[in-house]
């Protein structure tokens, strides 16, 4: 059974960190985009991250680059998201999701994760973890 469980998520206040766990089982991440996903009250589901492991590229959106680093851990099978100088708009269901990467365009789902609706295409989803920032 194909399952992505997210962890990690919490209350903390401006300026701290967060370290989110995504651990998947029933099918191995090799070969799979795995991507930071979140949504606040009110908004738009948005692309924080992704990591592409036909590669190792690592993505981010604008509003979280040099704060939030993704990385993976292939004897775990697991993908984290250090979140580190939290900002109050950081606040959200934070959710990870992978979607196969195609072998003639691999970074594609990576690229396209952070722009628009590209979400839509990922296949599997984690429950999600909540993350407030406030003071």
């Known amino acids: 059974q194909v399952q992505l469980v997210e962890s990690g998520g919490g209350l903390v206040q401006p300026g701290e960190s967060l370290r989110l766990s995504c651990a998947a089982s029933g099918f191995a991440l090799d070969y799979y985009a795995i991507g930071w996903f979140r949504q606040a009250p009110g908004k738009e589901r948005e692309g924080v991250s992704c990591f592409s492991t036909s590669d190792g590229s690592t993505y981010y959106a604008d509003s979280v680059k040099g704060r939030f680093t993704i990385s993976r851990d292939n004897a775990k099978n697991t993908v984290y998201l250090q979140m580190n100088s939290l900002k109050p708009e950081d606040t959200a269901v934070y959710y990870c999701?992978?979607?196969?990467?195609?072998?003639?365009?691999?970074?594609?789902?990576?690229?396209?994760?952070?722009?628009?609706?590209?979400?839509?295409?990922?296949?599997?989803w984690g429950q999600g973890t909540h993350v407030t920032v406030s003071s």
């Open positions: 999701a992978t979607e196969r990467e195609p072998i003639n365009n691999p970074t594609f789902p990576c690229r396209s994760a952070l722009v628009g609706t590209g979400w839509v295409e990922y296949d599997y």
